[in-house]
């Protein structure tokens, strides 16, 4: 039933962008957790988190995975802060068809964030040497939602591409395949 009222837990990880050094051990490590099976590889393409790096104009911000964008913004948003000229879409969660991060980069999968699901605390958080990351957690009352699985999400992302007609035959050749 929709509108009932849940108590969920919001996590959120705050961001100090000040203490942040660029060192990327954050990319390291959710790359490695994520890895199957776990810890066996490390590439921080696949990070759910990345670290936005323009050293030249000392800006080292780390940035979450989100949601799938299923289309580009009409328009794209460029911030000068405090005298600091950002990239295009710096600040942007979405992986989105303009560019390559926050997806797999053989298969294009969304990579979105999962707050570490199962571990007490993010990694990135625990790997963070300086500070610039911590977790703060509370409890709020909202509306009961339906959570998308991470498997829902990847293969609504891959119909897209290739079309469902696709998805369902190669599913089908693959379990042939392990069958035989
Ligand atoms: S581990 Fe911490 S200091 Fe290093 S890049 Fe990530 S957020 Fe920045
Ligand atoms: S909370 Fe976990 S999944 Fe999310 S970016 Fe940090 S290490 Fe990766």
């Not at 990070?47 to 790096?53: D, K, M």
């Amino acid at each position: 039933m929709t509108g009932e009222k849940k108590k969920k837990i919001i996590k959120t990880i705050k961001i100090d962008a000040d203490k942040c050094n660029g060192c990327r051990a954050c990319e390291m490590i959710c790359s490695a957790f994520h890895a199957m099976p776990k810890y066996s590889s490390n590439n921080p393409a696949r990070s759910r988190i990345r670290v936005v790096r323009q050293p030249l104009e000392d800006i080292y911000i780390p940035v979450y995975g989100g949601e799938t964008a299923g289309a580009e913004c009409a328009g794209r948003d460029k911030y000068v802060i405090d005298g600091k000229e950002y990239d295009e879409c710096t600040f942007c969660r979405a992986p989105c068809p303009s560019r390559a991060d926050f997806k797999e980069p053989d298969s294009g999968l969304p990579l979105k964030c999962d707050m570490c699901e199962g571990e007490d605390e993010p990694l990135c958080v625990k790997w963070c040497i300086t500070d610039a990351l911590t977790l703060e957690e509370r409890e709020e009352e909202g509306e009961e939602e339906v959570a998308q699985e991470e498997l829902e999400i990847g293969l609504a992302s891959l119909a897209e591409k290739h079309g469902m007609q696709k998805i369902l035959d190669a599913v089908a050749r693959m379990s042939i395949a392990r069958k035989g």
